[in-house]
């Protein structure tokens, strides 16, 4: 009998997420999955034999009713695909941001309770919890996740909150799960990759609407990045985009254009997700890493270059405190305060010994789906 799994997840074509659907594709190649999205993010994945896309319509009448649904707190047709699956997951990082107004409804989780009542099968892998901003927020969540059959958490933090519960476990990020076997990276490019963020997108995000402060002065130090490491006999500096919808690509256009000697402009290159192997191959060949995006951090350990580490949000360094990692992570407000000499020197080198136990840890993320599929 042939297993079939929803998946729910951040289908934005967004480089982290984009691999954690790749990585769970590739670990159960005799298990089906579906996913919901919209045809301009999902067509990354076409290649994925074991994967059905089900398109979202992106019309006007189709916008016009799931703004109204969500304004009235319902559920669109599309919250209820996952009803008809032999299990449902929900992987992702960064999921659980929750709303901060008291009687701000949390449509997120009313589509969560309504999809475990009707589908008990139902995991939780790779996240961490909030920001979230009242007690009865974590009090919600502790009710929902006791009805799961699993949540497996990437951070000690979030896992200490609801630690009480037996279904709830914590372990390194899914990423870590992307080369199991121990694979050499060592031959580099004398290349910078800088991965970056546009503040104000993030700005808008409940509990980060101070980073807006920092949008100039961080745009400013990234370009004065760029003329540091071309003026230190790097070859090349790639722009990166994780993500054009959050505004990714917005970012390295500024750099770009603010770089003003013509020599370097030819040395500089803007590199856009498009492709999940090719976005690979780009990090691969790094011989550093400057990592504004969680996974560019993650993905430099992985590919072993060197990383320097900018932290728009807590989880960054909650993630490398609970992993007991040497990687200094700059916050946005010291990164902007500091020279270009000075951001070199937090440069961190991951121990091959280090990185393998980590991705031997890391696949406790899927220990209860590895049993659940294992039944069938």
Not at 25 to 54: E, R
Request: glycine share 4%; hydrophobic share 40%.
């Amino acid at each position: 009998m042939e297993l079939n799994l929803f998946v729910q997840g951040y289908w934005e074509k967004n480089l982290g997420d984009d691999l954690f659907l790749y990585i769970l594709c590739n670990k159960y190649p005799s298990t089906h999955f579906s996913i919901s999205g919209k045809k301009k993010n999902t067509k990354i994945f076409a290649a994925i034999d074991n994967l059905d896309i089900i398109e979202q319509k992106n019309n006007i009448l189709t916008k016009i009713m799931n703004k109204g649904f969500s304004k009235l707190g319902l559920l669109n047709p599309y919250d209820k695909i996952g009803l008809n699956y032999s299990g449902y997951i929900e992987i992702g990082g960064s999921i659980f941001i929750l709303p901060n107004k008291l009687n701000q409804v949390d449509l997120w989780l009313k589509r969560r309770k309504y999809i475990v009542e009707n589908n008990k099968n139902y995991f939780v892998i790779g996240s961490n919890f909030g920001p979230f901003f009242f007690h009865e927020q974590i009090e919600e969540y502790r009710n929902f996740f006791s009805k799961l059959i699993s949540v497996n958490f990437r951070d000690l933090k979030s896992y200490n909150m609801f630690s009480e519960l037996s279904n709830v476990n914590v372990a390194p990020d899914v990423i870590f799960n992307l080369y199991n076997e121990n694979t050499n990276f060592l031959k580099k490019e004398k290349t910078v990759v800088i991965s970056v963020i546009d503040l104000e997108v993030k700005s808008k995000s409940p509990g980060s609407e101070d980073l807006i402060k920092f949008n100039k002065e961080y745009n400013n130090k990234l370009v004065e990045l760029v003329n540091y490491y071309l003026t230190n006999d790097y070859d090349k500096v790639i722009l990166m985009s994780f993500c054009d919808n959050e505004g990714d690509l917005n970012t390295c256009n500024f750099i770009y254009d603010n770089v003003n000697n013509i020599e370097f402009k030819e040395k500089i290159e803007i590199f856009s997700h498009n492709n999940i192997n090719k976005s690979l191959e780009v990090l691969k060949n790094a011989s550093l890493v400057i990592a504004s995006r969680f996974h560019a951090m993650i993905l430099g350990w992985i590919f072993e270059s060197s990383t320097i580490v900018i932290g728009y949000s807590d989880k960054t360094k909650q993630t490398v405190d609970y992993l007991n990692i040497n990687q200094q992570v700059l916050s946005i407000s010291e990164f902007t305060d500091m020279s270009a000499k000075e951001i070199d020197k937090s440069q961190y080198l991951i121990e091959k010994a280090t990185l393998q136990s980590l991705k031997e840890k890391s696949e406790v993320q899927f220990k209860d789906l590895d049993a659940f599929v294992n039944t069938y």
